[in-house]
């Protein structure tokens, strides 16, 4: 079976839960007469506590229920293990890096508004880090073994690591750890920049180079940057070492100026929070200035050959499987030698709850990436109460939906009173319907595309029957405040690669958290923000959503609103997915770090015209204003200015086009609404989902939940996820073997000790390495019963191998989770 073969058959979890939930997932669930509305518990208290440890103790004592960090603490592992009144989830989408800050080019490597050099500015300099770095010690000394060294974005979980690991592995021996090779480099390149090594320092102008490192305090980063920081100064330059919290970094590397030479390497985390099915957009967001508005994003300036080959990725501008995994072979090689991050380590990341709590987590991202988890968290044994949420920081940036926080920590809280209109499988991360009801998914013939679950519907069609109507809007214009159409841009109308037809529920119930109903306005409001922030003749222009505009325009092809009773999208794109159930377009007003409703959002953008505040912090840091922050802060103010004359005028934003949306009589309701609520809560953060925002305090970091009671669907709804079904691969075979010779090993696959059926498995493969890790050989298992495989290694294969330790890898894909199992087997190669 190759790497790109269809996914026919239906995972274990996935046939349950169709056979449970149906597919249609509009509300008219059956629910015990007792379940809520909304989430299970009445009110959600999230608190900030740095200290792990004493989370821990805490949570013995039952003042936190659940400490949702993503831990990596063998000691507190244990501990954990050994308290009956603990439990705990694990989670694999953890991962740990060094950003790198490169402000400046190889021609001017230097800070701006410092003067001074910055060695980081070249790639090679870069480059030279992934020698230097021992992800093995990292991994198994500073972690505790709790890690695996990771040397490129792919996470060992997922299933690109899987389908790439060929690559993979040549780019782990090509960067294996060698100092040596790094000291040249350092030096090559630090004397071309005009440096001069005295006396065991670099200098420059007569002055020590000093170099800057970030060191993050609340987990093993900080061993992480202690130990890049001493292997620093042992090539000669001068650290200065700042420690600090979550809190306190995000203002220096995430937000700040990079020219402004704080800080040269951030000990950097992050989560994938849902289990990922697709990573290569992940190369666009993480080495290009199309990945987040920020100034440090800013920067990113890759080679044009590389932003290509990433962009291509993103957009899935590949025919079939093959061209895909060419373009990710270059992807993967790019963004290592251009290096704007050096990988360290794929966590194996835990998080304690009390034994009584009960909750829905995600393979990857645990509780804190979990969508689900703020439908389902509950007392085990009743419905109702309140319980305490402790994460390291909380409040560390700004909320607004567009461009706030992105912070896991903040993240955590805005998902439970935010919603998509899909909702995500936590174990193959495919998609169900959560607010839309269905979807027909309309094809280009040829395009490698499949199909699992059958609340979607596929079909595959000529290129001309995807043709987009003239009077689909295709862009914005942002003077006379209208989308301009198809008909009108295109001299012939063109064809997408994908067209999908999204239809809403006749009564579908959805109601904002201020009482306001659910209206098409807030799906065309959610349209119109994203084309006219990039039009330089709008009022609220910013030059930061230019890039995530771009690339949006490279695909899209336009879209329809067919029908409003019930809402029917019709959505035109190049942009397509491997898999059919994938991110339907519904206009479900989600944006990257939140919800919003057209009349709250339009209140906070009024403010952005006035000049008050800006969306992005990078407008904001270019304009010297305030980052829009809808729950606190001097934005408050800004907001409630804005809202008082719109409440007075009964003003309808984009009135030229949403006034076919918006009658004068909701305009009116939903200002009501507004003010009456911000006069409740004290802030402008709106949502759909299970919880609203209650109360927050700032200054104590504390966010305050409760129960949405309107919502529209019962709190049982997702109840249906158990436990990940994960293959256990045991391997034999014989301790040496003679090179040229043929040789069998046997391979168990097994779950809870019994035979793993084979209905249930994607793919399998092996690959073969000599003793000096080279890749020799690779292919496919071979069957011989249920659960019992084995690796049948031809004698032109073991042909390939030297004297000496050798070993084999045996990698299995599963159904019933998107995560690769592999094992290893040791054994000596000897030549005759």
């Given at each position: 079976m190759s790497n790109w073969s269809n996914f026919k058959k239906i995972a274990a979890l996935s046939l349950v839960f169709a056979l449970v939930m149906g597919f249609g997932l509009t509300g008219e669930l059956a629910a015990e007469e007792d379940v809520p509305y909304g989430g299970y518990l009445d009110a959600i208290v999230g608190i900030e506590e740095a200290d792990?440890?004493?989370?821990?103790?805490?949570?013995?004592?039952?003042?936190?229920?659940?400490?949702?960090?993503?831990?990596?603490?063998?000691?507190?592992?244990?501990?954990?293990?050994?308290?009956?009144?603990?439990?705990?989830?694990?989670?694999?989408?953890?991962?740990?890096?060094?950003?790198?800050?490169?402000?400046?080019?190889?021609?001017?490597?230097?800070?701006?508004?410092?003067?001074e050099l910055n060695p980081f500015a070249v790639p090679r300099m870069r480059e030279a880090l992934n020698w230097l770095v021992d992800r093995d010690y990292i991994a198994d000394e500073l972690y505790g073994g709790l890690a695996a060294p990771k040397y490129t974005l792919l996470g060992t979980a997922f299933t690109d690591y899987a389908r790439h690991i060929e690559t993979v592995r040549e780019i782990e021996v090509e960067?294996?750890?060698?100092?040596?090779?790094?000291?040249?480099?350092?030096?090559?390149?630090?004397?071309?920049?005009?440096?001069?090594?005295?006396?065991?320092?670099?200098?420059?102008?007569?002055?020590?180079?000093?170099?800057?490192?970030?060191?993050?305090?609340?987990?093993?980063?900080?061993?992480?940057?202690?130990?890049?920081?001493?292997?620093?100064?042992?090539?000669?330059?001068?650290?200065?070492?700042?420690?600090?919290?979550?809190?306190?970094?995000?203002?220096?590397?995430?937000?700040?100026?990079?020219?402004?030479?704080?800080?040269s390497i951030y000990t950097g985390g992050w989560i994938s929070t849902v289990v990922s099915r697709d990573e290569g957009p992940d190369f666009d967001f993480f080495f290009t200035e199309r990945g987040l508005g920020t100034p440090l994003y800013m920067e990113y300036a890759p080679p044009e050959e590389a932003d290509e080959v990433y962009h291509r990725l993103a957009i899935r501008d590949f025919e079939d499987m093959d061209e895909r995994a060419a373009l990710f072979e270059e992807a993967l090689w790019y963004s290592s030698e251009?290096?704007?991050?050096?990988?360290?380590?794929?966590?194996?990341?835990?998080?304690?709850?009390?034994?009584?709590i009960t909750l829905?987590?995600?393979?990857?991202?645990?509780?804190?990436?979990?969508?689900?988890?703020?439908?389902?968290?509950?007392?085990?044994?009743?419905?109702?109460?309140?319980?305490?949420?402790?994460?390291?920081?909380?409040?560390?940036?700004?909320?607004?939906?567009?461009?706030?926080?992105?912070?896991?920590?903040?993240?955590?809280?805005?998902?439970?009173?935010?919603?998509?209109?899909?909702?995500?499988?936590?174990?193959?991360?495919?998609?169900?319907?959560?607010?839309?009801?269905?979807?027909?998914v309309y094809i280009r013939e040829g395009?490698?595309?499949?199909?699992?679950?059958?609340?979607?519907?596929?079909?595959?069609?000529?290129?001309?029957?995807?043709?987009?109507?003239?009077?689909?809007?295709?862009?914005?214009?942002?003077?006379?405040?209208?989308?301009?159409?198809?008909?009108?841009e295109f001299d012939e109308l063109p064809t997408a690669n994908r067209r999908v037809v999204t239809t809403y529920p006749e009564d579908h119930g959805i109601t904002w958290h201020d009482g306001s109903e659910f209206s098409l306005a807030d799906m065309v409001w959610f349209l119109?923000?994203?084309?006219?922030?990039?039009?330089?003749?709008?009022?609220?222009?910013?030059?930061?959503?230019?890039?995530?505009?771009?690339?949006?325009?490279?695909?899209?092809?336009?879209?329809?609103?067919l029908d409003?009773?019930?809402?029917?999208?019709?959505?035109?794109?190049?942009?397509?997915?491997?898999?059919?159930?994938?991110?339907?377009?519904?206009?479900?007003?989600?944006?990257?770090?939140?919800?919003?409703?057209?009349?709250?959002?339009?209140?906070?953008?009024?403010?952005?015209?006035?000049?008050?505040?800006?969306?992005?912090?990078?407008?904001?840091?270019?304009?010297?204003?305030?980052?829009?922050?809808?729950?606190?802060g001097p934005s408050l103010e800004y907001l409630e200015e804005e809202l008082e004359w719109m409440t007075e005028e009964n003003y309808i934003p984009y009135e030229n086009t949403l006034g076919e949306f918006i009658s004068e009589e909701e305009a009116q309701q939903r200002y009501e609404n507004l003010n009456y609520w911000f006069e409740e809560q004290n802030h402008f953060w709106l949502g759909t989902g299970p919880y609203h925002l209650d109360v927050v305090h700032p200054v104590e970091g504390i966010v305050e939940m409760a129960r949405f009671e309107d919502y529209n669907h019962p709190a049982d709804r997702w109840e249906i996820f158990a436990?990940?079904?994960?293959?256990?691969?045991?391997?034999?075979?014989?301790?040496?073997?003679?090179?040229?010779?043929?040789?069998?090993?046997?391979?168990?696959?097994?779950?809870?000790?019994?035979?793993?059926?084979?209905?249930?498995?994607?793919?399998?493969?092996?690959?073969?390495?000599?003793?000096?890790?080279?890749?020799?050989?690779?292919?496919?298992?071979?069957?011989?019963?249920?659960?019992?495989?084995?690796?049948?290694?031809?004698?032109?294969?073991?042909?390939a191998l030297t004297t000496g330790p050798s070993r084999l890898e045996v990698i299995v894909s599963p159904l019933t989770v998107a995560s690769p199992s592999i094992q290893t087997f040791e054994f000596v190669a000897i030549e005759q």
């Open positions: 792990s440890a004493a989370a821990v103790t805490r949570m013995e004592a039952g003042e936190i229920h659940i400490h949702a960090e993503t831990l990596t603490d063998p000691d507190l592992l244990e501990r954990v293990q050994d308290d009956e009144s603990i439990q705990y989830v694990e989670n694999f989408g953890s991962y740990g890096e060094l950003t790198i800050n490169p402000a400046g080019t190889p021609e001017e490597p230097y800070f701006e508004e410092t003067g960067y294996s750890h060698n100092p040596e090779k790094a000291a040249e480099i350092i030096e090559e390149e630090m004397l071309a920049l005009g440096a001069e090594m005295d006396d065991g320092l670099w200098h420059y102008d007569g002055e020590p180079v000093e170099v800057g490192t970030l060191i993050r305090i609340e987990d093993e980063r900080h061993d992480v940057g202690d130990y890049v920081s001493d292997l620093l100064e042992d090539q000669g330059f001068v650290v200065t070492r700042n420690y600090v919290t979550a809190a306190e970094a995000s203002p220096i590397w995430m937000t700040g100026n990079p020219h402004a030479g704080e800080w251009n290096a704007k991050r050096i990988w360290t380590d794929d966590s194996l990341s835990f998080s304690p709850h009390r034994e009584e829905a987590h995600d393979f990857a991202g645990g509780i804190s990436g979990s969508w689900l988890w703020g439908h389902t968290v509950r007392y085990e044994d009743e419905i109702g109460g309140e319980i305490t949420v402790s994460m390291p920081s909380i409040l560390s940036e700004p909320w607004n939906p567009t461009h706030g926080s992105n912070w896991i920590f903040d993240m955590m809280f805005i998902r439970a009173t935010s919603e998509a209109g899909y909702m995500f499988d936590p174990y193959t991360g495919l998609h169900y319907p959560n607010q839309f009801e269905s979807a027909e395009l490698p595309v499949d199909q699992t679950l059958d609340w979607v519907e596929l079909e595959f069609v000529a290129e001309e029957e995807n043709t987009v109507p003239e009077d689909a809007w295709y862009d914005w214009d942002a003077e006379a405040q209208e989308f301009t159409t198809v008909g009108e119109i923000l994203d084309l006219d922030r990039a039009q330089e003749e709008s009022e609220i222009f910013d030059s930061a959503t230019v890039p995530d505009y771009e690339s949006f325009m490279d695909t899209f092809k336009g879209v329809r609103i409003d009773d019930p809402i029917t999208i019709e959505w035109y794109s190049d942009l397509y997915y491997l898999d059919a159930e994938m991110y339907i377009p519904s206009l479900f007003p989600l944006w990257d770090q939140g919800s919003g409703a057209w009349h709250n959002m339009a209140v906070a953008f009024q403010a952005e015209a006035s000049g008050n505040v800006a969306h992005t912090a990078d407008k904001a840091d270019a304009e010297d204003i305030e980052w829009a922050n809808y729950i606190g436990d990940p079904i994960i293959p256990e691969i045991g391997v034999s075979g014989p301790g040496s073997i003679f090179v040229g010779d043929a040789e069998i090993f046997d391979v168990e696959i097994e779950f809870e000790g019994e035979a793993f059926a084979s209905e249930n498995i994607l793919e399998t493969s092996y690959l073969l390495f000599d003793h000096n890790n080279n890749l020799v050989a690779s292919g496919e298992l071979s069957e011989v019963e249920e659960g019992h495989w084995q690796v049948e290694l031809e004698e032109e294969e073991t042909a």
